[in-house]
């Protein structure tokens, strides 16, 4: 599976994002799909997971309330919708699939986009 990440760019504090995660490969509905980000400085962390089938979804207490995440298995695409963003949400996002339950753990994840940089100025 080959993920492509886009839909970064700079925006306001209060301000809306859709990342998009685009997969290529025709077993992506079996996967589980996370989003994760990594700020200058910082680790990569854990935002949202999803299940192959959409029916579940987890998130980061961080951003639980402002952030969704969704899949299109027929686009064999995942998005994540940025809603109220703040300056810590500043980072580079990955999205990444997993053959086994979406989880919040990284090493669990068999494949990962190349991230694109969401800046939140203040």
């Known amino acids: 599976v080959q993920l492509q990440a886009s839909g970064g760019g700079l925006v306001q504090a209060g301000g809306s994002l859709r990342l998009s995660c685009a997969a290529s490969?025709?077993?992506?509905?079996?996967?589980?799909m996370g989003w994760f980000r990594q700020a200058p400085g910082k680790e990569r962390e854990f935002v949202a997971a999803i299940s192959w089938s959409g029916g579940s979804t987890y998130y980061a207490d961080s951003v639980k309330g402002r952030f969704t995440i969704s899949r299109d298995n027929a686009k064999n695409t995942v998005y994540l919708q940025m809603n109220s963003l703040k300056p810590e949400d500043t980072a580079v996002y990955y999205c990444?699939?997993?053959?086994?339950?979406?989880?919040?753990?990284?090493?669990?994840?068999?494949?990962w986009g190349q991230g694109t940089q969401v800046t939140v100025s203040s």
């Open positions: 490969g025709r077993t992506f509905s079996s996967y589980g």
């Open positions: 990444a699939a997993t053959n086994q339950a979406p989880s919040r753990w990284g090493y669990e994840y068999d494949y």
